[in-house]
């Protein structure tokens, strides 16, 4: 099956620190690739859509120039926390889907704490 | 936006036993896609369903396709101790839409 891997798996970042989280396919070429957002005993809450090549779509509430997302090849996108505080910390995952959103591989997570 | 009402929320039970849990959306869905969700793990997708009444196995797992569109069903038969986990309903629309989850715990 379609295998997403993401690294780091887990970050401790001080206040104010910049955090770079990395999402690849492995064995497939990804169109699209999804953020989300997990609380804890929360459900995931999509961020941002991207597809490559292009500007990611952020969804209503998330400041884009906060969560940077780039998107440069059909196999990576990245996530980067920018200027993280405590209340972005937060389990963060990635998926990854090809010709159909609808059909998302998800990646393990990363794990962000911010002190 | 979108909401799936999940329910149970959480549940506990013995090894052994079936487990039935379901999911419910005001609007109608196309797709309903059942993940599971270990500890620090990612979702992994368990069962998707694409046709309205549609019944899909998938080892101890069935999930349905409610008739009005409107809701589906997971159930797990014969619990083991690895079930446990967070089971997530979804729904794609225009984006992928996440039920709250149910929380299962098996006792051994």
Same mark, same amino acid.
């Given at each position: ?61 998330? *400041?884009?120039?906060? %969560?940077? =997302?780039?998107? @440069? +090849?059909? &196999? ?10 405590? *209340?972005?910390?937060? %389990?963060? =995952?990635?998926? @990854? +889907?090809? &010709? ?16 | ?108």
């Amino acid at each position: 099956g379609a295998v997403v891997s993401q690294h780091p798996s887990w970050v401790i970042c001080k206040s104010g620190t910049s955090v770079k989280i990395e999402c690849r396919s492995l064995d497939f070429q990804a169109t699209t690739m999804f953020w989300y957002r997990q609380f804890p005993k929360q459900s995931l809450m999509l961020m941002a859509t991207s597809n490559e090549g292009s500007k990611a779509t952020y969804e209503q509430g998330v *400041e884009k120039d906060k %969560f940077l =997302i780039n998107h @440069a +090849s059909l &196999t990576l996108s990245t996530l980067t926390v920018t200027s993280a505080h405590p *209340e972005d910390s937060s %389990f963060y =995952i990635c998926s @990854a +889907s090809g &010709t159909s959103y609808e059909t998302q591989y998800f990646g393990p997570g990363t794990r962000l704490l911010v002190l | 936006g979108q909401q799936l009402n999940q329910s149970p929320q959480s549940m506990f039970i013995q090894e052994g036993e079936d487990v039935s849990m379901n999911c419910t959306s005001s609007s109608i869905f196309n797709t309903w896609l059942w993940y599971k969700q270990d500890p620090g793990e990612g979702p992994v997708l368990l069962i998707a369903l694409y046709k309205a009444g549609e019944l899909t196995s998938n080892g101890r797992l069935t999930a349905q396709f409610g008739i009005t569109r409107k809701d589906s069903f997971l159930n797990i038969s014969a619990s083991i101790p690895s079930d446990v986990g967070i089971y997530f309903c979804a729904g794609p629309r225009d984006k992928l839409t996440f039920g709250k989850g149910t929380l299962l715990t098996v006792n051994p």
